[in-house]
Structure formats: structure tokens, C-alpha cells
């Protein structure tokens, strides 16, 4: 087994990870883990912009209003405000390493702002419809630049290598790194540092139906929750609404800026009311109103005419409007011969964003010392029971950047990593069975969306659970008697994850936000969060 030794360990290379190691490496030997490419998480794949208090008619409050009106109530207001008064700020870092935002189309307007679902003003800063690719770029040319960044690639993350894996036995649960699968070597590998930093991502994966790239696999939480974190909230998993129906291209994402920028939701021809909005008979807010409102209003209909689809038009605007600010969305689907400037855009429902998980505070501290996390793998308290659009990369930048000063004010009290034992490969073998392997990933897929999905019972939550206990038994067999591979080490951690989220759903007994039961359709005086603990 390889060892290595830095500063710092970051896992994940997205906009959390990368902005953490660019703050870190002023003086900090830093390593930065990616699963695959630099550019493979979710960061690269974000389509709409970074939401930011930054025209004069906007003001802080009413962004945090909006944050928390999203949330259901069950975010927690102070998180709110601080990732929310910090936004301009990480808006002018990434104006300063070069992200070209769009420019403002009216006079005196230093960018353009976009408006999304359940936003009261045009905060949305955004590169074109690519906003996304745009950051990544830019993080990963500034993390290159830099000596103090050793930037790891097709390094599978397995466990966080904590003080019950010194060769001296120490319980007071400190993490120094992580143990992780090179792809390239095809060994396992320990990773050590004073500090490490999960921005690992959600777990999309987890669901059949899901706009999340393939690596979105719930790692970082699976590794938070064995070492002995906890974790908040998982119940919480946000549906786009708008994800293409194609059955040659899965994940598409339309952006919930085409509905911001005038699109329309309409029934398909061919059934009652085809060709005409729905929405309006849902919310007021139409088209604008929050993901869980949408995401539920087009399953309703979907199920209730027996649909494949819905329509999403913005074919009433002028087609030079809609190539200028759509222009990756417009080449894209005239691939698949759909004009978008002609024809609307066929669209369904898909998991898109883990709104819960391992909980942290202001500075990204975890339960465990030495253990930090920023972005999606948290639970901050910043969305509570459904993320506001544009909210996403907001908390990478913030948390990204308090993580990495906290760690460098408080360096000295970090202690150096002890003598840590091997990883021990002598009594497994390789499998002769990776078939076990694919059928379990793909039947805890469609269980979970099955019977975890937008809306919910306490029968359909029993099987899941019944079903991942019956799957993580057989698993955690497999998993102790083979070396590791990437699929295998992926698969655990989706039924961990899958495990923590039914169990979690379980447990609120009422509908907010994104948890929607048809046993406790009524939503509870107070706000509480669901937080377990190992």
C-alpha cells in the first residue's frame, strides 16, 4: 500500500473542493481526489447561474426570505443569512479567476440577471446556459497553476482513514485522510492529512431517474455516517421538474431558467386541455413557483392522464432570444431534431439534488476534529426542505472558502496524523460474481424511485426499508469476502445512503417541502430537522 502524507486532503474536485484548495494553498500542501475526471462531478454539469444580491432593487432580506420560503421553514436562518450576505462576494473571486459571466443587456447593469423558481427578483448570474462548465474551468485552471495543489485523478474514495485505524488505537474519532482505490494501480492507497475536507457531492444515483452524473453515488455521506457523523435531513431529495424525456439520452437537464425567462408548462395534444398551461391550477406562481410545487404538479398530471410527458414551450419568444440565451439547450436538442425556437420540449420529473446530509456548522466543521465538508454532501441548514434555484453553488463557493479558513486559523491545535495500519487485502480474492454487483445497483435504483419518490407512503417506505435491509446483508457478505473495485465501493455507499434516506422518511410524520406522504398530507406546526446519528 502506497502512503502519502499533506497538509490537507480534499475530496472531491468540484466547486466546494477547489475552492477550499485555492484558499488553502496560500501556505498548505493540499491534495484534491477526484473520482474520475477533475471535471466529472455535478459542478460541471450546473446549467443555470449562482444566485447573489447585486442589483438595487434586491436586498439581502428579501433573498433570505425567498431561501426560506423555498425551505419549507426548515432551514436554519442564520446559516441562511451568512451564505446569503457572503454571496457577492464569491461572485467578484470568480469574476477575478475569470469566469466570464454574462454581461448586463440594459445600461448601467454590470451583468445580466436571470430569474428562477421561486426567486422575488433577477439575482441569477450565469455564463449563457452553461454556467456550470464555465466555473469548473476556471477553478480547475487557478487549483493547476498553483504548486501547492497536487490535483489526483480516478482516485476512488473508500473510507476515512480515522484514529481506530492507527497502529496505535486512539477513540477520540479523528479523521487524517482517506483510504482510496487508484484506478490506475488497482490498489488501495492511504491518504493522510492534518485536516480533510468531504465535497464529495449528493447521491442522485441512488434514484433511476436522476439529472446527477454517474460518480454522484452518495460516497462522501456513506463515509461521514460509518465513521461516526451525523447526518440531517436525508428525506429531502429535490426533482427537477424539468429533465428531457428522451429514451436515447438520459439526464438532459432543461434549466429552471427557460421557465424564468418565459417557458411554459402545457399538457401534450391528444388529452383534455392538450395544448393549454396547468399550472395555474397548482400555484399562483405558475411556472415560478418552487421545484417541489412543479416537480409534484407534473407527476400529478403524468399520472392522472396517463402521459409519458409534458410540454415545456418557449417557442412564443423570438428565436434569436431564445438561441442567445439558450444556446447549449437549443444545439443540443436540434441534435435530437427538436427546434425549441419551433416545437416544445418533452419533459419529466428526475432526482437532482440531495437537499440533506452530514451535518455541519458555520466553519464546515463535522462532528468528528479534523473533519470538514462543504457543498452538496452537507446539511448546513442553508435549504432546508427544498434548495432555492441557484442556491447550489452558492454554498460550494461559501462553505468551500470557511472550511479553508478555519482550518488554516486553527492549524496549530490539529495534530500531525499518527502511524496508520496498512490496507489489508490478504484474506479477499478478486470475484468471479460482478453480476451481483450490477443487479443490486440497478434494483435499489428502482425501488427507491419506485417507492421513495416525489410522493410517498408509509407501505411503499416499509417495502423500501424491508428490501435495502435484505440488500445491505448480502452486500456487506459480498464486500468482506472480495477486493474492492469501484463499482463495489460505489454500491455500498448507495445502500447506505439509501438506508439513511428511507429511515429518515420514515420518521417525519408530515408533509414539507420535498417530503410529500399521502398518509400525513398536513404539515406540523413547528419545523424540526430529522437528524440521525450513528
Not at 446569503?84 to 461572485?91: D, L
Not at 485522510?177 to 490506475?184: E, S
Request: glycine fraction near 10%; proline fraction near 4%.
Amino acid at each position: 500500500m502506497s502512503t502519502t502524507t499533506y497538509d490537507v486532503v480534499i475530496i472531491g474536485s468540484g466547486a466546494a473542493g477547489l475552492t477550499a484548495a485555492i484558499n488553502l494553498a496560500q501556505d498548505k500542501k493540499v491534495l484534491v481526489l477526484a473520482k474520475g475526471a477533475l471535471d466529472g462531478g455535478s459542478t460541471n454539469w450546473a446549467q443555470g447561474g449562482i444566485a447573489a444580491v447585486l442589483d438595487g432593487g434586491d436586498s439581502f432580506e428579501q433573498h433570505v426570505e425567498d431561501t426560506m420560503v423555498a425551505g419549507a421553514g426548515l432551514n436554519n436562518r442564520e446559516t441562511v443569512e451568512f451564505v446569503v450576505s457572503n454571496a457577492p462576494a464569491a461572485i467578484e473571486r470568480l469574476a477575478a479567476l475569470g469566469v466570464p459571466f454574462n454581461a448586463g443587456e440594459d445600461f448601467g447593469e454590470r451583468w445580466h440577471l436571470t430569474r428562477e423558481g421561486g426567486h422575488s427578483h433577477r439575482r441569477i448570474v450565469h455564463v449563457d446556459d452553461a454556467t456550470g462548465a464555465a466555473v469548473q474551468q476556471a477553478l480547475v485552471k487557478a487549483a493547476q497553476a498553483n504548486p501547492n495543489i497536487t490535483l489526483a485523478t480516478d482516485m476512488v474514495a473508500i473510507d476515512l482513514i480515522t484514529s481506530r485505524h492507527g497502529e496505535k488505537y486512539s477513540g477520540d474519532g479523528h479523521v487524517w485522510g482517506v483510504y482510496a482505490f487508484n484506478r490506475k494501480t488497482k490498489h488501495v492507497d492511504a491518504l493522510l492529512g492534518k485536516a480533510t475536507i468531504l465535497c464529495t457531492g449528493g447521491a442522485g444515483r441512488t434514484y433511476l431517474f436522476s439529472t446527477a452524473p454517474r460518480g454522484a453515488t452518495g460516497d462522501g455521506i456513506a463515509m461521514a455516517w460509518r465513521a461516526g457523523c451525523r447526518v440531517s435531513n436525508m428525506e429531502m431529495n429535490q426533482f427537477h421538474p424539468t429533465c428531457l424525456y428522451n429514451l436515447e439520452v438520459k439526464n438532459f437537464l432543461i434549466t429552471e431558467a427557460v421557465r424564468g425567462e418565459g417557458g411554459l408548462l402545457k399538457l401534450p395534444p391528444g388529452v383534455p386541455g392538450g395544448g393549454k398551461r396547468f399550472m395555474d391550477r397548482f400555484d399562483k406562481r405558475g411556472e415560478l413557483a418552487p421545484r417541489d410545487v412543479v416537480a409534484r404538479a407534473i407527476d400529478h398530471e403524468i399520472k392522472r392522464l396517463g402521459l409519458d410527458y409534458v410540454h415545456l414551450d418557449i417557442s412564443h419568444k423570438p428565436p434569436e432570444f431564445v438561441k442567445h440565451h439558450f444556446p447549449t439547450i437549443y444545439a443540443r436538442l436540434l441534435d435530437l431534431d427538436i427546434d425549441i425556437t419551433r416545437e416544445p420540449i418533452p419533459v419529466v420529473p428526475a432526482q437532482h439534488y440531495t437537499c440533506g446530509g452530514v451535518v455541519i456548522d458555520l466553519d464546515g466543521k463535522t462532528d468528528l476534529p479534523g473533519l470538514y465538508a462543504a457543498g452538496e454532501v452537507t446539511e448546513s441548514g442553508l435549504h432546508g426542505a427544498n434548495r432555492l434555484a441557484s442556491n447550489s453553488l452558492l454554498e460550494c463557493f461559501v462553505f468551500g472558502e470557511a472550511a479553508a479558513q478555519h482550518i488554516r486559523a486553527h492549524w496549530d491545535e490539529l495534530p500531525a496524523p499518527p502511524p496508520i495500519r496498512a490496507w489489508d487485502e490478504s484474506r479477499v480474492t478478486d470475484s468471479d460474481e460482478e453480476v451481483i454487483v450490477q443487479h443490486n445497483w440497478k434494483e435499489i435504483r428502482r425501488f427507491m424511485w419506485d417507492y421513495v419518490g416525489i410522493v410517498r407512503t408509509t407501505k411503499r417506505l416499509e417495502r423500501a426499508q424491508h428490501r435495502v435491509n435484505l440488500l445491505a446483508q448480502e452486500v456487506d457478505d459480498y464486500y468482506g469476502n472480495f477486493r474492492v473495485t469501484p463499482d463495489l465501493i460505489e454500491l455500498r455507499n448507495l445502500l447506505e445512503v439509501a438506508r439513511l434516506i428511507v429511515r429518515s422518511a420514515l420518521h417525519r410524520k408530515e408533509s414539507r417541502g420535498l417530503h410529500y406522504t399521502l398518509d400525513y398530507p398536513e404539515k406540523l406546526p413547528e419545523a424540526v430537522d430529522t437528524v440521525l446519528a450513528p
